[in-house]
């Protein structure tokens, strides 16, 4: 059986969801009641956060190649990161990570481009929703990235951090998600939403904007997961 390695912690509420997601789908695709090998590596949310608010790119990378060891020695057979963020550094960790590296990005392209979605909004961290390895990774496959305006990310970053990575879930601040969503909509012409924040699953999941799908990218990234456990 393989064991998968998961940096979580990245925040905490998303590291819960993706273990539990995890368990879900392994048991959707198995009959003998067997669960799947995990091992969960939490690091400091706090302390990586400073290292992207202060642009010590060189200083993540480091960071996460360690915790990445960490996993290896401690017998996983392939690593993922439980957040979106991360993954500005992803292709030099996946160069110098001991195991190989599974991409909630590659995978959210995939899912993408199989449900025909030509132009998606981006919703996630400033980090996310400025930086350039989402439309780099889209532009291979023609797909259109628009973030929100200024204003908007200004709250949805504020709100991320100040609210949803605490595990706190306001009903007006999922209403405001969705009125931004829909402004990107008759705005942008968007006909999609990539929640690519491991957060926003958390306060969007179940809810709807008419002509707009949600991309959960915690569930994308769980199916790619679960197959390569049962590979």
């Not at 390695?5 to 590291?15: A, C, K, L, R, V």
């Not at 997601?21 to 198995?30: D, H, P, V």
């Not at 993540?60 to 500005?88: D, K, M, Q, W």
């Amino acid at each position: 059986m393989k064991t998968v390695g998961i940096i979580g912690g990245i925040g905490p509420e998303s590291t819960i969801d993706y273990y539990r997601a995890i368990l879900a789908a392994y048991s959707e695709q198995r009959t003998d009641r067997s669960n799947p090998s995990i091992i969960i590596n939490s690091i400091d949310l706090d302390k990586l956060r400073e290292m992207f608010e202060s642009s010590q790119h060189q200083a993540i990378v480091t960071y996460l190649t360690t915790e990445l060891h960490r996993l290896s020695a401690a017998g996983a057979h392939f690593g993922v990161l439980s957040a979106n963020t991360p993954h500005l550094v992803f292709d030099e960790l996946r160069q110098q990570s001991p195991i190989p590296l599974i991409s909630i990005v590659e995978a959210t392209c995939d899912a993408a481009k199989a449900m025909g979605l030509t132009k998606l909004g981006l919703l996630g961290t400033r980090f996310t929703m400025q930086g350039r390895f989402y439309p780099d990774v889209f532009s291979r496959e023609s797909i259109q990235l628009v973030a929100p305006g200024p204003d908007e990310q200004i709250y949805i970053h504020e709100i991320y951090f100040a609210e949803l990575v605490n595990g706190i879930f306001l009903s007006e601040t999922r209403e405001r998600l969705l009125e931004i969503i829909d402004r990107m909509k008759e705005r942008d012409g968007i006909r999609g939403v990539i929640l690519a924040g491991t957060e926003l699953p958390l306060i969007l999941r179940g809810t709807t904007t008419p002509g707009v799908p949600f991309l959960d990218t915690t569930q994308i990234h769980v199916q790619v997961i679960v197959k390569e456990l049962l590979a």
